[in-house]
């Protein structure tokens, strides 16, 4: 889907005004010379938006997410500007929609990448995205605005909102986070002994060292960390405080090495790990 305009800059309204003086002028007068002039005046003003149709002509674009695209959070993008006629594009300017910054590409040859950040209010499926391209080419009186329709496919992941779950704790004490979600990590086992090589003193296995007459030590091994189930029924608030703290518990524990579940109503996502496990999750609260 493809849109254009044409916005008449001061510059331009001036050129028009002049024009339209001369030429009343020339049929008031019948001056042949205000008439050359005049005619000259509207050759240029068409031969202008000729040319400044032609810059704007074969000018394709696709955009790519660089990374995970949360709402609320400034994601990257790679803006990629083709030009598919003979001659440059010059003078151009791309926008997207809702974005307040513009990038200007002086000479569009064949190909030119943009890093351009964007923020999502929203979360959800993006289908597509507006591309605005601007230019002002050739004499810079009437700036060409064409609208590009982007087909895209990437979901934007609820905002996170950094959240803390107190459970039976009273007033006024230490307070830990996700008390119902986390499992606190077991005490260290020994997984084997080894002879010492400059280790700490506490790792020193004392009744070894004993029976063997030289210093040996423990090879500690940290116990399994306890899958977690994020419940969006015991998380307080409206659905999207709901959607958003979740969205911050899956992103911390996920990150800090549980296998981490989702419930939500009827639907129960079985604990795992990775980054894979963690944008299903996050994907599933985005679509809600």
Known sequence: MKKSKIKVKKSGYIFMAVSILLGVGAVN??????????????????????VARYNLRGVRVRIIPQGDIYAGREAK????????????????????????????????KVRREIDYPFKFTKRGKVNFMNVYLISDFPVGMFERIKMITVRCDFIVFPEPKKWFYMSGMEEGKEHHEFT????????????????YEGEPVRFIHWKATAKRGELVVKEMEEKTKKPCIVDLNH????????????????DKLIKEGYAVGLKAGDTYIKPSSGNSHRRKMLAFLALL
Do not use: C, H, Q, W
């Open 29 to 50: 007068t019948g001056n042949n010379l205000l008439y050359i002039v005049v005619s000259g005046m509207l050759s240029f003003m068409l031969v202008s938006g000729i």
């Open 77 to 108: 993008f790679k803006v990629i500007v083709e030009n598919n006629k003979r001659f440059p594009s010059l003078l151009l300017r791309v926008k997207i929609e809702g974005a307040e910054r513009e990038s200007l590409i002086l000479t569009l």
């Open 180 to 195: 119902d979600y986390m499992s606190k990590r077991g005490k260290e086992d020994i997984k084997a002994l080894k002879e």
């Open 235 to 250: 998380i307080e608030g409206t659905l999207e405080d709901k959607i958003s703290k979740a969205t911050y518990l899956i």
